[in-house]
């Protein structure tokens, strides 16, 4: 299983940006799926997260500028990202659990993406 995040770069503050994540390889299903960012010298945070239903929940930082949405049928994740500011600075990682089964075995774990770079600065 892979994730690999794209739609990241650099934008002046007030701008925007969609990240997408895309899910490959072979399992059952995706279930909860995520954004988070991380700053050099900092713990990874969470911006959002959306479940398979699409429940979604916000970091205070990001409600209302930012939007989570997916795609099941393509196992795609995006975040939509609007009134960019520099403390939005960071790379985004994106996050899936996803289900795959061995035999009658069903076994959930967390998947990661490699990161993508989002720059705001004048």
């Known amino acids: 299983v892979q994730l690999q995040a794209s739609g990241g770069g650099a934008v002046q503050p007030g701008g925007s940006l969609r990240l997408s994540c895309a899910a490959s390889g072979t399992f059952f299903s995706i279930s909860d799926m995520g954004w988070y960012r991380q700053t050099p010298g900092n713990q990874r945070e969470l911006v959002a997260t959306?479940?398979?239903?699409?429940?979604?929940k916000y970091a205070d930082s990001v409600r209302g500028r930012v939007t989570i949405s997916r795609d099941n049928a393509k196992n795609t994740m995006y975040l939509q990202m609007n009134s960019l500011k520099p403390e939005d600075t960071a790379v985004y990682y994106c996050k899936a659990a996803v289900t795959r089964l061995r035999g009658s075995i069903a076994t959930t774990d967390d998947y990661w993406g490699q990161g993508t770079q989002v720059t705001v600065s004048s």
């Open positions: 959306i479940t398979r239903l699409r429940s979604t």
